[in-house]
């Protein structure tokens, strides 16, 4: 069954958007651009946002943390939960890893994508790659 959802969105790809000084910021914000033009559905997961509000806390300050929750709450982009099997679903992936540094939100982004049948990530990780997940890393450039 074809999702309604047309990518999944990692914790990089908020933080780009969130940080100006972000490698990946001006990508990111071409990238939701050329997305709101076209319609696209995007999702996340509750994973992807503790990690996110995390990461911008540690990064920048907690007001920038706050103002991406507030957008979550905000229901712009729907917020797929980790059942408890997806959670078993992802750390089966999760052990199945023999590299270091393997991400268990990473793992949950592939067991909700693979479950919810979301073929296209908007992520800047090869890890997915290995999954058969397509990676939405630059906007096609507009003629």
């Known amino acids: 069954m074809p999702s309604s959802f047309n990518y999944l969105i990692d914790s990089d790809t908020f933080v780009g958007l969130f940080l100006p000084d972000d490698a990946l910021h001006t990508t990111v914000v071409r990238l939701f651009d050329q997305i709101e033009r076209q319609f696209q559905r995007l999702a996340t997961t509750n994973w992807v946002v503790a990690e996110t509000a995390t990461v911008l806390s540690n990064r ?11 957008m979550i709450e905000e229901g712009e982009i729907p917020v797929l939960p980790i059942t408890e099997e997806l959670e078993r679903r992802t750390h089966s992936l999760f052990k199945e890893q023999t590299t270091k540094k393997t991400s268990m939100v990473d793992c949950s982004n592939v067991a909700v994508a693979k479950h919810y049948g979301i073929s296209d990530m908007l992520a800047f990780d090869g890890f997915y790659e290995r999954f058969e997940l397509a990676i939405q890393r630059v906007p096609h450039q507009q003629q």
């Open 60 to 70: 920048d300050t907690q007001a920038t943390a706050i103002k991406f929750l507030t």
